[in-house]
C-alpha cells in the first residue's frame, strides 16, 4: 500500500501541511520537537484511529485548537485507490470514514491500512511488564484475526465481571459461569498466541542475522500457565488464592512472551544496540506475517533511525528494507547529513522533507 497524499489539520504541532509522497522512501529531517515524529503519528492515526503513543484524542489536538482532520489518498498494491478521511471534535468525538462512508464499529477499520512502526518506544517490549508484551501480541493477532480480538473482548469482559463478584464472595454456581465465559475464549486466545510466536521465531531470527551479521543467536518463546493445564483447572485449583485476594489470579491474562539472547533474558544480558537490534527483527517479522495475510505490503515507518544503533547496522537495515519486498518507508532523523550520507552508502533513492516548527517543506 502507497500513501500518496497527506493532508493534515491541526494535529500535534502542525497547524496545515499538504505533503505529496514518493512511493519509496520518504524522509522528513529536523530538530528535535520540529514535528517529525507527528507526521508519522498521523499516519499511524489514519491506520489505527488512534495515536501511536498512549495519547487521547484529546491530547492529539493542536493547542488551543477544538478540532483535528487527517485525510489521506491511498493506492493499494493492486493499483486500486481509496481515501480515508479521520476526524475528532472536541464535542462530537471521531469519526472514521473510508471513500465517504462512515465506520459503525472504528475496530472495523483494523488491518484496512497496514502499518508497521518501529521507534525507540519499542523498548518497553524489553524492559516494561509482561503486560506490554501481552497487549502487542493482542493488537498484531487482532490485525490478522478478527475472531481473536472479539473473544479477546469477550475474555476481558468476563474477567472484569468475575473479579467483581469475588468482592461479593459469590456462589459456586455463579463463579462456574464465569470459569466457562473466560475457558471458550482462552481457548482461542492460547491457541492463537502460540501459533503467532511459532511463526514470529523463525522471522525474528532470520532478520536478526542479518541485522547483526549472525553474531549472536537470539530465542522468543511463549509462556502460559495454560500449557501445564487447561484453563477450568487451573481456576478450580486457585478457587481460595482468588478469593483471598479478590481477583483472578490465573488464566491467559497472565501470560507472557519471553525473549531471549545467547539462552539468556535479553532484557539483562543484551546491550542497547543488540536489544535494538532484536526489536527491529520483530517488527520486520511483523511486517512479513501482515504482508502475507493481506497480499499488501504495510507502510513501515522508521521514527528516530538511529536511535542506539551503529552506522552498520543502519545501513544493513536499509539495505534490506530497500528491497522489493518491502513497500512504501518513512524515516525520521535529525541529522540530515547523517541520514543522507547512509542512504546514498545504502544505495536507496528517496524524498527529503524539512520539518521546522510544525511546517513541511521539501
Given at each position: 500500500?502507497?500513501?500518496?497524499?497527506?493532508?493534515?489539520?491541526?494535529?500535534?504541532?502542525?497547524?496545515?501541511?499538504?505533503?505529496?509522497?514518493?512511493?519509496?522512501?520518504?524522509?522528513?529531517?529536523?530538530?528535535?520537537?520540529?514535528?517529525?515524529?507527528?507526521?508519522?503519528?498521523?499516519?499511524?492515526?489514519?491506520?489505527?484511529?488512534?495515536?501511536?503513543?498512549?495519547?487521547?484524542?484529546?491530547?492529539?489536538?493542536?493547542?488551543?485548537?477544538?478540532?483535528?482532520?487527517?485525510?489521506a489518498a491511498l493506492r493499494h498494491d493492486d493499483s486500486r485507490t481509496?481515501?480515508?478521511?479521520?476526524?475528532?471534535?472536541?464535542?462530537?468525538?471521531?469519526?472514521?470514514?473510508?471513500?465517504?462512508?462512515?465506520?459503525?464499529?472504528?475496530?472495523?477499520?483494523?488491518?484496512?491500512?497496514?502499518?508497521?512502526?518501529?521507534?525507540?518506544?519499542?523498548?518497553?517490549?524489553?524492559?516494561?511488564?509482561?503486560?506490554?508484551?501481552?497487549?502487542?501480541?493482542?493488537?498484531?493477532?487482532?490485525?490478522?484475526?478478527?475472531?481473536?480480538?472479539?473473544?479477546?473482548?469477550?475474555?476481558?469482559?468476563?474477567?472484569?465481571?468475575?473479579?467483581?463478584?469475588?468482592?461479593?464472595?459469590?456462589?459456586?454456581?455463579?463463579?462456574?459461569?464465569?470459569?466457562?465465559?473466560?475457558?471458550?475464549?482462552?481457548?482461542?486466545?492460547?491457541?492463537?498466541?502460540?501459533?503467532?510466536?511459532?511463526?514470529?521465531?523463525?522471522?525474528v531470527e532470520e532478520y536478526y542475522a542479518l541485522?547483526?551479521?549472525?553474531?549472536?543467536?537470539?530465542?522468543?518463546?511463549?509462556?502460559?500457565?495454560?500449557?501445564?493445564?487447561?484453563?477450568?483447572?487451573?481456576?478450580?485449583?486457585?478457587?481460595?488464592?482468588?478469593?483471598?485476594?479478590?481477583?483472578?489470579?490465573?488464566?491467559?491474562?497472565?501470560?507472557?512472551?519471553?525473549?531471549?539472547?545467547?539462552?539468556?533474558?535479553?532484557?539483562?544480558?543484551?546491550?542497547?544496540?543488540?536489544?535494538?537490534?532484536?526489536?527491529?527483527?520483530?517488527?520486520?517479522?511483523?511486517?512479513?506475517?501482515?504482508?502475507?495475510?493481506?497480499?499488501?505490503?504495510?507502510?513501515?515507518?522508521?521514527?528516530?533511525?538511529?536511535?542506539?544503533?551503529?552506522?552498520?547496522?543502519?545501513?544493513?537495515?536499509?539495505?534490506?528494507?530497500?528491497?522489493?519486498?518491502?513497500?512504501?518507508?518513512?524515516?525520521?532523523?535529525?541529522?540530515?547529513?547523517?541520514?543522507?550520507?547512509?542512504?546514498?552508502?545504502?544505495?536507496?533513492?528517496?524524498?527529503?522533507?524539512?520539518?521546522?516548527?510544525?511546517?513541511?517543506?521539501?
Amino acid at each position: 500500500m502507497v500513501l500518496e497524499r497527506l493532508s493534515i489539520i491541526d494535529f500535534k504541532n502542525i497547524e496545515n501541511a499538504e505533503i505529496e509522497l514518493s512511493a519509496g522512501i520518504n524522509c522528513f529531517v529536523g530538530d528535535n520537537g520540529a514535528g517529525k515524529t507527528n507526521i508519522l503519528d498521523a499516519l499511524h492515526y489514519i491506520s489505527a484511529a488512534r495515536s501511536m503513543h498512549t495519547l487521547s484524542d484529546a491530547q492529539c489536538l493542536r493547542h488551543g485548537r477544538e478540532s483535528l482532520m487527517l485525510d489521506a489518498a491511498l493506492r493499494h498494491d493492486d493499483s486500486r485507490t481509496e481515501q480515508v478521511v479521520c476526524a475528532y471534535t472536541r464535542r462530537s468525538g471521531k469519526t472514521l470514514r473510508r471513500n465517504g462512508k462512515e465506520y459503525e464499529k472504528l475496530s472495523d477499520h483494523v488491518g484496512c491500512v497496514p502499518t508497521v512502526v518501529i521507534s525507540p518506544a519499542d523498548t518497553a517490549l524489553i524492559s516494561d511488564s509482561a503486560e506490554e508484551r501481552r497487549r502487542y501480541i493482542n493488537r498484531l493477532i487482532s490485525t490478522l484475526d478478527r475472531s481473536y480480538l472479539a473473544a479477546l473482548i469477550r475474555y476481558n469482559t468476563a474477567l472484569a465481571e468475575r473479579n467483581k463478584l469475588l468482592k461479593m464472595h459469590p456462589t459456586e454456581e455463579l463463579l462456574l459461569i464465569y470459569d466457562n465465559m473466560l475457558s471458550a475464549s482462552a481457548e482461542v486466545l492460547f491457541a492463537g498466541r502460540t501459533t503467532i510466536t511459532a511463526e514470529l521465531r523463525p522471522l525474528v531470527e532470520e532478520y536478526y542475522a542479518l541485522l547483526s551479521e549472525e553474531r549472536e543467536s537470539i530465542g522468543i518463546e511463549y509462556r502460559s500457565e495454560l500449557q501445564t493445564a487447561p484453563l477450568p483447572e487451573l481456576l478450580l485449583a486457585s478457587r481460595q488464592k482468588d478469593f483471598v485476594n479478590e481477583h483472578t489470579t490465573t488464566g491467559i491474562h497472565r501470560d507472557d512472551i519471553i525473549f531471549s539472547i545467547g539462552d539468556y533474558p535479553l532484557r539483562k544480558f543484551g546491550s542497547q544496540g543488540q536489544q535494538k537490534s532484536f526489536l527491529i527483527a520483530l517488527k520486520l517479522a511483523e511486517y512479513t506475517l501482515l504482508a502475507r495475510q493481506s497480499g499488501e505490503r504495510p507502510m513501515l515507518l522508521l521514527d528516530d533511525l538511529f536511535d542506539k544503533l551503529d552506522m552498520r547496522r543502519v545501513a544493513q537495515l536499509l539495505r534490506l528494507v530497500g528491497g522489493e519486498m518491502f513497500g512504501q518507508i518513512f524515516i525520521t532523523d535529525c541529522n540530515k547529513h547523517r541520514l543522507q550520507h547512509t542512504l546514498d552508502e545504502a544505495g536507496a533513492e528517496y524524498r527529503l522533507f524539512h520539518v521546522s516548527n510544525g511546517e513541511v517543506s521539501l
